[in-house]
């Protein structure tokens, strides 16, 4: 099966402009993660769909990041606008169902913040 | 609040020596430990959860509540184990989300 799907794979832009990082989960999964993962670190989770709606956004930074996911497939995480702080790979992942011991990643995007 | 720790960063080890990753958690309640591998250029992968109690690649781990601790195990490292290993945990009822620790570089020479 094709596996979970992130573009752009890097991303450089200046401090205050706007990003937007896409994911295609493989076909078939209910649940999408968005994750952060800052160098030296494990990866946080952003925010949890459950099909299109959210299930914990509690580490989001809402003042800032947003995400999407209309129609239950797909989904777009963005910044706007960026700090230095946020660069980091930003990791999509999926799994078959809300309670589920497996997560498969994404190749992550990184993102540099200058 | 629930947390992982890896306490070292980076493990080298020679090819066939024993092979110990360190993770320690903190969480008052019944939790579920994973081992997640991410090799060079590849995408982070799941190694094994300490439900299934199997051995994965010659890898094994137990979870003691006791000591709330799941160390990774490995008796004899091999060049093609060199990999980031981190830990994770997750509250065993419920969905709930995955607390990963800042992970290990294990590096295995010849």
């Known amino acids: 099966e094709a596996g979970v799907a992130q573009s752009p794979r890097y991303k450089i832009i200046e401090k205050r402009q706007s990003v937007a990082f896409w994911c295609n989960p493989i076909?078939?999964?209910?649940?999408l993660y968005w994750y952060q993962q800052i160098l030296g670190q494990g990866p946080k989770l952003l925010i949890q769909f459950q099909n299109n709606g959210v299930v914990d956004d509690s580490q989001l930074p809402k003042d800032r990041f947003s995400a999407e996911r209309l129609k239950g497939v797909d989904s777009t995480l963005k910044i706007q606008p960026a700090k230095l702080e946020d660069s980091a790979v930003y990791l999509c992942?999926?799994?078959?169902?809300?309670?589920?011991?497996?997560?498969?990643f994404g190749p992550g995007t990184r993102l540099t913040v200058t | 609040a629930q947390r992982v720790t890896q306490p070292e960063k980076l493990l080298s080890v020679f090819k066939g020596a024993p092979v110990e990753l360190k993770c320690n958690y903190s969480y008052s309640g019944s939790p579920e430990l994973f081992w997640y591998v991410q090799y060079s250029r590849q995408r982070l992968q799941l190694l094994l959860r300490h439900i299934s109690r199997e051995s994965i690649k010659g890898f094994t781990a137990d979870l003691n509540k006791g000591e709330t601790s799941f160390h990774l195990k490995k008796p004899f490292a091999q060049e093609e184990d060199s990999a980031m290993y981190y830990c994770?945990?997750?509250?065993?009822?419920?969905?709930?989300?995955?607390?990963f620790g800042k992970g290990t570089m294990l590096l295995v020479s010849p």
């Open positions: 076909s078939g999964h209910a649940t």
């Open positions: 992942a999926s799994s078959t169902r809300q309670v589920s011991y497996e997560q498969y």
């Open positions: 994770a945990l997750r509250r065993a009822s419920g969905y709930s989300t995955l607390t």
